[in-house]
């Protein structure tokens, strides 16, 4: 499974940005989906997920600013981040639980994207 993120970049404090994650490859289902962050010196974190049926959940760090969705059908998932903060700056990082066979059974396995540079200044 490989997934593919794009739109980062940079913006100026109260700006937005569009961060988007397509999943590729041989899998069974593509099942919950998120976004985690790392900043400079920090470990990674939570920045939103969303389940299979489309529920989301957010850091309170990013509550009514970030917005994460998905479009099942294309195995891709997004996140509308407005509002930008300084502090919002980090490397942002696409996850997926997908499932998928290994001979002769499925199994379950998290991966990860590349990494997306997003920078806010203030």
């Known amino acids: 499974v490989q997934l593919q993120a794009s739109g980062g970049g940079l913006v100026q404090a109260g700006g937005s940005l569009r961060l988007s994650c397509a999943a590729s490859?041989?899998?069974?289902?593509?099942?919950?989906m998120g976004w985690y962050r790392q900043a400079p010196g920090k470990q990674r974190e939570l920045a939103a997920v969303i389940s299979t049926g489309g529920r989301p959940n957010y850091a309170d760090s990013v509550k009514g600013r970030f917005t994460i969705s998905r479009d099942s059908a294309k195995n891709t998932v997004y996140l509308q981040m407005n509002s930008l903060k300084p502090e919002d700056t980090a490397v942002y990082y696409c996850?997926?639980?997908?499932?998928?066979?290994?001979?002769?059974?499925?199994?379950?396995?998290?991966?990860w994207g590349q990494g997306t540079q997003v920078t806010v200044s203030s």
């Open positions: 996850n997926a639980d997908a499932t998928v066979t290994l001979g002769w059974s499925a199994t379950a396995r998290a991966y």
């Open positions: 490859g041989r899998f069974v289902s593509i099942n919950t």
